[in-house]
């Protein structure tokens, strides 16, 4: 079954296949990945809530527990900035 879509974006149209279409294992692939993402803020939620418990227990000052959360999101943006351009 093909399926035409109208557009004017460069004056170019394209025919959908049913080939084009995402598969059953491709949202399978988008929601694992979702999942995963979501769980790597998660670290950086909990880190802020628990925060004050941490530095009673270790002794830390407020520059030091700061610098402990800044380390962390400075990681977080690390990482992302490292993917590549496609």
Known sequence: MKLQMGGTFMGATRTVDAQDRVTVYGWEALAGSVIGYSMDGFDQMILGFMLASISAELALTRTQAGSLLDSGAQGQRARISR????
Request: aromatic residues 0%.
């Open 83 to 86: 993917r590549r351009a496609r």
